[in-house]
């Protein structure tokens, strides 16, 4: 689609149009939303103060590894684990088969719940009231449907979610002093960014939740016309790399078909499916996900060198962000 000399706007709409009609379409949108709500968990941890990559999320959902970050010893403001739960818990109750679908298959592999409850539970006490009456807010109906409308959105919920002045903290010290220090402020950003894959479905600009377009700046600017301009860049970017990606998991799920074309009550295929959104699932995790029992979930990875193959050459996806 040749979008040159086209207002910038109009481009990224365009572009975005295009993605949201291919994935309306395509046979593999269930494996471009499994990597989009990786691409979006790593854009949100990047705001949140912890960046990661996806390679980091993927060894956590395959069970080699705990949350990235988790006893690294940096006094992060917030837990990978609590940013990975609220931005999944964005669109469980969006009623699209297809997104559903997804979401029950990542939390056959990893219960972000208890993960988060273990990992960041007083990272859920602080931030949750919060995010529910963010996602309360998204899910308001939008008086038009243009990205100025969004951006003023955004701007509303900053204002609302401003943490009021807090007294400061009296601390006393060994030797019996008394110390006066200012309260810890945590930026909050990150959880108006969860929401806005979000807003842009109920805004109408997309069809179903793209858990990948995460477009928040790290920090606002000047106003909401100014942040409507950036999101248009980032709309525009994020629909160019996601056409991307999702061609080349078409391509990748293409030659899996064609490589384990057998019988059909072979559960190699959908295995080789799964291994292009989580490469280096463990055969418990490919035990649960599939019905079959351990010894036959080994003897399934033992036999998809090549489908491992196509998960490794899509392991680290261009960020679509």
């Given amino acids: 689609m040749e979008t040159h000399g086209l207002p910038e706007i109009a481009r990224a709409m365009l572009l975005l149009g295009r993605l949201d009609g291919r994935l309306q379409n ?5 494996i471009f939303l499994s990597r989009a709500r990786l ?13 990661i990559d996806v390679r980091a999320l993927q060894d956590w959902i395959a069970g080699r590894s705990p949350p990235p970050r988790a006893s690294e010893g940096l006094n992060d403001p917030i837990s990978v684990a609590a940013v990975f739960h609220l931005a999944l818990t964005r669109d469980e109750d969006v009623m699209d088969p297809i997104s559903l679908a997804t979401l029950h298959m990542l939390r056959s592999v990893l219960d972000d719940r208890a993960q988060a409850a273990t990992y960041a539970s007083g990272d859920l006490a602080h931030f949750g009231p919060l995010w529910r009456q963010i996602k309360a807010s998204a899910d308001e109906p939008f008086q038009s449907t243009d990205l100025l409308s969004l951006a003023e959105r955004v701007f509303a919920l900053a204002a609302v979610t401003e943490p009021a002045p807090a007294s400061s903290a009296n601390v006393v010290s060994f030797d019996g002093r008394s110390l006066e220090l200012p309260p810890r402020q945590r930026d909050r950003l990150w ?3 969860v929401a806005v894959p979000r807003m842009l479905y109920r805004a109408g600009f997309t069809s179903r939740i793209i858990p990948s377009l995460v477009l928040l700046p790290k ?6 016309a100014d942040l409507a301009e950036s999101l248009a860049v980032g709309i525009g970017r994020a629909a160019r790399t996601g056409l991307r990606e999702l061609d080349a998991i078409e391509r990748a799920a ?8 057998v019988t059909k009550r072979s559960k190699a295929p959908l295995l080789a499916r799964l291994l292009i959104s989580y490469p280096g699932l463990q055969p418990a995790a490919v035990a649960r996900l599939l019905g079959v ?6 003897k399934l990875l033992a036999t998809l060198g090549s489908s491992a193959a196509h998960g490794e050459r899509l392991r680290q996806p261009s960020t679509l962000t």
Avoid: C, E, K, W
């Avoid at 029992?293 to 080994?298: K, L, N, S």
């Fill in 254 to 261: 293409s030659r899996t078909l064609s490589d384990y074309a």
């Fill in 26 to 30: 395509s046979p593999d949108t269930d």
């Fill in 191 to 193: 959880l108006i960014a």
């Fill in 219 to 224: 920090f606002l600017p000047s106003s909401p």
């Fill in 39 to 51: 691409n979006g968990a790593v854009a949100l941890a990047g705001l949140a103060g912890v960046p």
């Fill in 293 to 298: 029992t351990p010894q036959g979930a080994r």
